[in-house]
């Protein structure tokens, strides 16, 4: 199974886009981010002619998550749990069946959770501690996950670069949410419960970059940064066959900001 996340940066902008990459890279699992939609609104019909079982949190205007599936899913979880009071739509998780070529052999089902981690900028607005709150309420909900032994990933944009590695000049980021101590922290903390990163678990060169701004020249210069991150639990990584960066896509016509992330695992 090919699993990939991607924020797209708006479906009505970006939806000849999000099709012709879903076209190219065939992922069995896309969850996507920044959909900029409330759900009726969501060209749904696009993505089940490719052959897509859709779900979404929509939101309109900004945020807003979906999980395509070639397999049907079940169990869709819409926001994140701590906070009945948080209206913001920033992730979804739902239980992705095997193949169908797989269900009577030792296949298991996969969980998924879809997030678009809250960017905490500017410091010293209200935004940050909102950032570090929803981390502490996503680090609860992936303690309970990790209980049940699942294959479960966890991926998404985090707006969390991890090390200093991870951009091409941290000095850039340093007075950033995305590069504070305490969002590194946070980040470490998940990683700490028993995921393995997916990206860095195969490639640690420097240049892995998932996001470059719209401003300076930053594709053109590769002044980019690694925010775009795919998280296993232990059954998951058991089956762990390869993780890989489409960074051609951020050179197509009308591209996001974002590039997709992916992992295969053996179904």
Partial sequence: MKIATWNINGVKARLDTTLAWLREATPDVACLQEIKSVDE???????????????THGQKGFNGVAILSRTPVSEVLRGLPGDNSDEQARYIEARIEPPNETRDGDARPLRVGCLYLPNGNPLGTEKFPYKLAWMQRLIAHARARLADEERFLLLGDYNVIPQPVDARNPQNWVDDALFQPESRSAFRALLGLGFTEAVRSVNTDKDVYTFWDYQAGAWQKNNGIRIDHVLMSPEATDGFEGAGIDVHVRAWEKPSDHVPVWVRLAA
């Fill in 41 to 55: 609104g969501f060209p749904r019909e696009a993505f089940e002619e490719l052959g897509y079982h859709v779900e």
